[in-house]
């Protein structure tokens, strides 16, 4: 079984940056991608970026690209989503994820950390 903690949210302007971290502990060589996932109060989540622990390739959201970055650190078991260009329209919280393999669902998730974005 994995762990995520997520952390780095918090309050900042539009067109501000911030830095989030998601640290992974217990079965982490079962992982096969990390995802960070979003979700706004009255939406429904959303995905904004997924790096394979395996390789480092990433995709992202389309509402995301260009302006957030999802890179890996497979030492220290973690993974970020450095976030530029931040908008009101980004609020939300952000949810670490993890999965085995390509073929399952995202199944292990962290608690969140909130992200606010005032204009």
């Known amino acids: 079984q994995v762990q995520l903690v997520e952390s780095g949210g918090g309050l900042v302007q539009a067109g501000g940056s911030l830095r989030l971290s998601c640290a992974a502990s217990?079965?982490?060589?079962?992982?096969?991608?990390m995802a960070w996932f979003r979700q706004a109060p009255g939406k429904e989540r959303e995905f904004v970026a997924r790096?394979?622990?395996?390789?480092?390739?990433?995709y992202y959201g389309d509402s995301v690209k260009g302006r957030f970055t999802i890179s890996g650190d497979n030492a220290k078991n973690a993974i970020y989503l450095q976030m530029n260009s931040l908008k009101p329209e980004d609020t939300a919280l952000y949810y670490c994820?993890?999965?085995?393999?390509?073929?399952?669902?995202?199944?292990?998730w962290g608690r969140g950390t909130q992200v606010t974005v005032f204009s």
């Open positions: 994820a993890a999965r085995r393999s390509a073929a399952s669902e995202y199944d292990t």
């Open positions: 217990g079965r982490t060589l079962s992982t096969y991608s």
């Open positions: 790096i394979r622990w395996v390789g480092g390739s990433t």
